[in-house]
């Protein structure tokens, strides 16, 4: 079983790694990289936080170019790799492949709109140890409305979830294949009939989380989930064995209230690759020449976390970097908290 706590971090299941930072201020290596191997989609969300990047480049990533990531990422102790980015990783040509080649060296997952899982594609998810499919709309017009595409296209995706819940039965697979909406005005209503939807073709749980304004992304969006929280009550009757409903509560109450950490630890845990093997200290400001700290291809991945400029921009994001910049429930958030209160003691923390 799998854990459904969303919003929670799991640092504490490694605990060397995290040994090593205290006691050196530095790791070795990620435990956990982020990796886009398309900045291409085939969507337009109106909520869409990397607007600012999709379809700015068309980049690919090429399989040669993907193996020197990963035997980098494998010599460098990396754990896992979560295949997604700044566009939708289904658009590689190559992405069955490249899944492979990760999973023969670390715990690999996909998040995805699902559009274009074909046939030929599916296997990939063997290889997977889950799959998130983001499925924004809970009908064809108002999917088309928030995903930005035409009416026809949710069908497509529900079809492509069943096909992929078909295969795991068959196969008896380990994949967990989950489904996520970010919550919307404009999708709260169709929310309860989505879920009775997805629960119908078989996935293992359905997440509903709150909308975070990027701060470099065109779109702008306010929304005040106090008026949303009620949709819980009405999700939790659905759940039942083999079905979780994943109300992200917590992070919906938590946006846009003060951090309790003072200075981001997260980035010694993490890494985040773009399709052209550039690396970024945070994949929040990828594209951000202040938090770019090489590129494979031209070095070797232990040659740039190693190197003297990575060192620079981790100086520059542990002393000099305002908070207030970072996207808001960011990815490493919860590791922040965690790394923080580690760092910095409360009176009792002794008394476990
Ligand atoms: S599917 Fe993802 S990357 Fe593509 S437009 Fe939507 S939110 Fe952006
Ligand atoms: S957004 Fe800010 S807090 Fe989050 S990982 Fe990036 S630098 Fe750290």
């Not at 982020?34 to 980049?59: K, W, Y």
């Not at 010599?75 to 899944?99: A, Y």
């Not at 093997?277 to 232990?302: H, I, M, S, Y």
């Amino acid at each position: 079983m799998f854990d459904p706590d969303f919003d929670g971090q799991k640092l504490m299941f490694h605990p060397d790694r995290v040994a090593q930072w205290l006691a050196e201020g530095k790791t070795s290596g990620p435990l956990y990289t982020e990796l886009e191997i398309s900045n291409r989609c085939n969507c337009r969300c109106l909520f869409c936080g990397v607007d600012h990047l999709v379809n700015g480049t068309g980049t690919i990533m090429a399989p040669d170019l993907a193996a020197l990531v990963f035997d980098g990422l494998a010599e460098l102790g990396n754990r896992s790799v979560m295949i997604c980015g700044n566009g939708e990783p289904l658009l590689n040509p190559d992405v069955v492949e490249i899944v492979r080649m990760a999973a023969a060296r670390m715990s690999v997952s996909m998040t995805t709109n699902g559009v274009a899982l074909s046939p030929e594609k599916l296997s990939l998810i063997d290889e997977l140890e889950w799959i998130r499919f983001s499925i924004n709309g809970c009908d064809p017009e108002n999917y088309a409305l928030v995903h930005g595409t035409g009416k026809e296209v949710f069908t497509r995706v529900l079809a492509n979830v069943e096909s992929a819940v078909a295969r795991k039965k068959r196969l008896n697979l380990a994949v967990t294949i989950g489904t996520q909406l970010v919550l919307l005005p404009e999708n709260e209503s169709g929310a309860v009939e989505l879920a009775r939807r997805l629960k119908a073709i078989g996935v293992d749980y359905f997440s509903i989380k709150p909308y975070s304004q990027h701060p470099l992304s065109r779109n702008r969006r306010q929304i005040d989930y106090r008026g949303l929280l009620d949709l819980e009550e009405r999700l939790r009757p659905l759940e039942e064995d083999g079905f979780s409903i994943i109300f992200r509560a917590a992070a919906m109450q938590r946006a846009g209230t003060a951090k309790s950490y003072r200075s981001c630890r997260g980035i010694h845990f993490i890494s985040f690759i773009t399709a052209d093997g550039a690396v970024w200290e945070c994949n929040v400001f990828a594209g951000d020449d202040r938090f770019a700290v090489g590129k494979v291809g031209e070095q070797t991945l232990p040659e740039i976390w190693c190197g003297p400029v990575r060192q620079r921009v981790v100086d520059f994001i542990e002393h000099d970097f305002d908070l207030g910049q970072c996207r808001d429930l960011c990815r490493m958030e919860a590791c922040n908290r965690y790394l923080w209160r580690l760092e910095n003691p409360r009176p009792h923390d002794n008394f476990i």
